[in-house]
């Protein structure tokens, strides 16, 4: 398998045509209620980019980003990353993309409990097939890059919501992705940890070239950001570069 | 993946929960220890009786006299004594017996100085202590001339020897055996217990016509209790039993349609019975001990249900930072399988030490052997993986999206 990011750079990032989702649900006994979530979405994201994606709750701007995370199946529609056809894949070829290509950043934070800010940075090196101690140390020059290389022997209870973040942030980046996608990423933070958040995305986008997709209902949020996305009742309504 | 990471994940998630996985392993520790303590009683067991008969000589009859008729009037077997010492030489003969032995038994009062002891006296020819592999202990049998003379020599059983000399060596000396001086040729090396529990060497033992005319009597000369037959090998034993019967019938002078006067019975085949007994009790209480292990297992299984229910957002996220279905597998079953052999092992160790208490407090004879610790070992490892792999194959069957919404 060939890794993704040495495709040819002038093709985009990721790119999705007419992708549709329909949730089954069971109806206690009548039979199953279709309920569609995305409708015939189109969106292309180059290398490099910042995009926010806004949007109210339901609107399907968060089915949309579990399906750009390969987290999540679309019904119909097409979706390639880095030219490949993520359909086609395999769920240890998904994990795999997963693993390599995609980091992401959640909400919740979603770190491992009563484990080390360095053993959940580390973690998806263990996946990746990286020796222990060379694990170790990938995983704390990135929590030194995102300031908390003092931290690492903390757990994630011990640390602040800003500092879970920053944990977060640093295992999306321990396997150099090409691609972070962030889902409310400062929802349950405060302003001021909120805008330190955003300074750090925006330095790994400016300064590493790393594309980020942010879901956000935040206006100041994604007025940090370079592209906006705007998504109502699963399809796409607006598409367009945010002012400087 | 890194394999060895992966048991480290699996180490760290059981030592997360000490209580659970302590609580979980009793389950595996007590099966195993049950399985163990009772391999180890049932081939005890096994073993006590294969000693018990081998210690009765090999490839052996016992042809018994008796159950003859007299009118409507039936006696049982051995209470006319219709079988003389001439049958014994005859059968001897016979090209399947090796060698026959005529016996003669009573219990007598036997002095030596201020000691006395009641024992049982058995009048025999010197290949009895061959068909019983007997050996002595000091002293020698009596020979042929001895018999031929029913001169008064005596071999005494370790049990008697002890009661009559203490710590005396009695070869030489002179005991009375019901009142007469009988010279006491030797000592037989301590046999144990036989199979009905009596205790072998309590007895004396004297040339059989010795105990004929001088102290038991007999109804006719040469007549006999009973007498031992050796055949020549274990294949040769039906056929051996066929001429037995057909030789007496003929010495006997009995007609078709008449009832035997003597008795030929298989000691093989009681023998047979009585190991096949003890192999279905050991084989019973290892089916017992395994239900044990095999509740400890479902234990486990439960367990680790409520684990990948409760962990469910972790393994959600293990997912989305690359996991694939395997390495989440593995780490389930892998937790499984540790509790399985740290308990499987901490079961032999309380197995083999209940055993060694068992063998103290209860004087019983117990036998471990390296398979039986094996067998425990490799049952422990199979219940983990089989009641492993469902919990952990659900978990590595969830939706990376729905663990990771799950609250």
């Not at chain 1, 805008?195 to 100041?220: A, K, P, S």
């Not at chain 2, 052997?369 to 194959?393: D, E, N």
Request: one cysteine or more.
């Amino acid at each position: 398998m060939t890794p993704l990011r040495h495709h040819a750079s002038s093709e985009p990032l990721i790119k999705v045509e007419n992708l549709c989702k329909i949730y089954s649900l069971e109806n206690g006994g009548n039979g199953t209620v279709n309920s569609q979530v995305l409708f015939d979405v189109s969106l292309t994201i180059n290398r490099g980019e910042f995009v926010a994606i806004m949007g109210h709750s339901g609107s399907g701007k968060s089915t949309l980003m579990n399906i750009l995370g390969c987290l999540d199946t679309p019904t119909s529609g097409s979706y390639w990353l880095n030219g490949r056809d993520i359909a086609k894949l395999s769920d240890d070829e998904l994990a795999r993309v997963r693993n390599r290509n995609i980091g992401f950043v959640f909400q919740g934070f979603n770190l491992l409990k009563r484990m080390t800010a360095l053993d959940n940075v580390a973690a998806p090196l263990l996946y990746a097939g990286v020796s222990r101690s060379e694990s170790r140390k990938r995983a704390l020059e990135r929590l030194q890059q995102t300031g908390l290389g003092k931290f690492a022997a903390y757990q994630p209870n011990q640390l602040s919501g800003g500092q879970q973040q920053r944990v977060a942030i640093s295992r999306a980046l321990v396997n150099n992705p090409q691609l972070i996608l962030a889902d409310e990423p400062t929802g349950n933070l405060d302003t001021q940890t909120s805008g330190e958040i955003m300074t750090i995305f925006q330095q790994l986008n400016r300064e590493q070239g790393i594309t980020i997709v942010l879901v956000t209902h935040e206006d100041d949020i994604a007025a940090c950001t370079r592209r906006l996305v705007r998504v109502k009742d699963g399809r796409v309504v607006h598409d367009d570069e945010v002012p400087a | 993946m890194n394999f060895f990471a992966i048991i480290g994940e699996a180490l760290r998630a059981l030592r997360l929960n000490r209580l659970r996985t302590g609580l979980t392993m009793l389950g595996m520790i007590i099966g195993v220890a049950a399985v163990v303590l009772m391999l180890a009683i049932g081939q005890g067991a096994q073993t006590t009786v294969n000693q018990a008969i081998a210690s009765m000589g090999s490839n052996l009859f016992i042809v018994l006299p008796g159950a003859t008729s007299s009118g409507a009037l039936r006696s049982g077997s051995g209470s006319v004594q219709t079988l003389t010492i001439s049958d014994a030489q005859a059968i001897a003969g016979l090209p399947s017996i090796k060698t026959t032995v005529p016996l003669i038994t009573g219990t007598a009062q036997l002095n030596y100085g201020a000691n006395n002891w009641s024992t049982v006296v058995t009048g025999v020819t010197p290949d009895y202590f061959e068909v019983r592999d007997w050996a002595m202990e000091s002293g020698e049998i009596f020979s042929d001339a001895n018999l031929r003379a029913a001169a008064r020599v005596a071999i005494l059983g370790s049990t008697t020897a002890k009661n009559l000399f203490g710590e005396e060596d009695p070869t030489g000396k002179i005991v009375r055996i019901k009142n007469s001086p009988f010279q006491v040729a030797g000592v037989l090396v301590a046999k144990g217990q036989s199979l009905d529990g009596r205790d072998q060497d309590d007895s004396v033992f004297v040339p059989v016509t010795t105990g004929q005319r001088q102290i038991f009597g007999t109804q006719f000369p040469g007549s006999i209790q009973f007498m031992m037959v050796q055949a020549r090998s274990a294949e040769v034993m039906e056929e051996a039993e066929i001429e037995i019967n057909r030789l007496l019938l003929q010495r006997h002078r009995i007609a078709e349609g008449m009832e035997n006067d003597f008795t030929v019975r298989n000691l093989a085949a009681l023998a047979a019975v009585a190991t096949g007994a003890a192999k279905v009790m050991s084989l019973m209480l290892g089916a017992i001990a395994s239900v044990s292990l095999l509740v400890g297992g479902i234990g486990i299984m439960n367990i680790m249900l409520v684990s990948v229910t409760e962990r469910t957002r972790e393994i959600g996220i293990r997912m989305a930072i690359g996991a694939n279905r395997r390495a989440i597998l593995t780490q389930f079953l892998l937790e499984a399988l540790v509790i399985c052999i740290l308990g499987g092992l901490a079961g032999i160790a309380i197995g083999i030490g209940g055993a060694w208490a068992v063998s103290r407090a209860a004087d019983m004879v117990v036998v471990i052997t390296f398979g039986m610790v094996a067998l425990a070992f490799a049952f422990a490892s199979a219940v983990g993986i089989f009641f492993g792999f469902y919990p952990a194959k659900k978990a590595a069957a969830l939706k990376p999206v729905e663990a990771l919404r799950y609250e």
